[in-house]
């Protein structure tokens, strides 16, 4: 499985249940422009459940209905 995401084109990220960022894989690193020292940075700080540019989307919503193991209706 992580090779998979390690391998994989697509941008990826992996979060723990408590909304903690855990794993991003290269083309996340890529696309966010993360040199090797802001990505752990971000790994150490970062929590999606915490995020207040997130509040108030509509995406929001479905963030939260993921963690609480529902699958979100749309995205």
């Known amino acids: 499985y992580r090779t998979l995401i390690e391998q ?4 990826t990220a992996i979060f723990a249940p408590d ?3 855990q794993l991003v ?3 996340f690193q ?3 422009k993360l ?6 940075e ?6 999606v459940l ?13 963030v939260l209905r993921a963690f609480d193991e529902e699958a979100p209706a749309s995205v």
């Open 8 to 11: 994989s084109p697509l941008s």
């Open 19 to 21: 909304g903690k960022l």
């Open 25 to 27: 894989n290269p083309a």
């Open 30 to 32: 890529r696309l966010w």
């Open 35 to 40: 040199d090797d020292e802001k990505l752990a």
């Open 42 to 47: 971000v790994l150490r700080t970062y929590n």
């Open 50 to 62: 915490l995020d207040k540019s997130l509040r108030g989307k509509p995406e929001y919503a479905s």
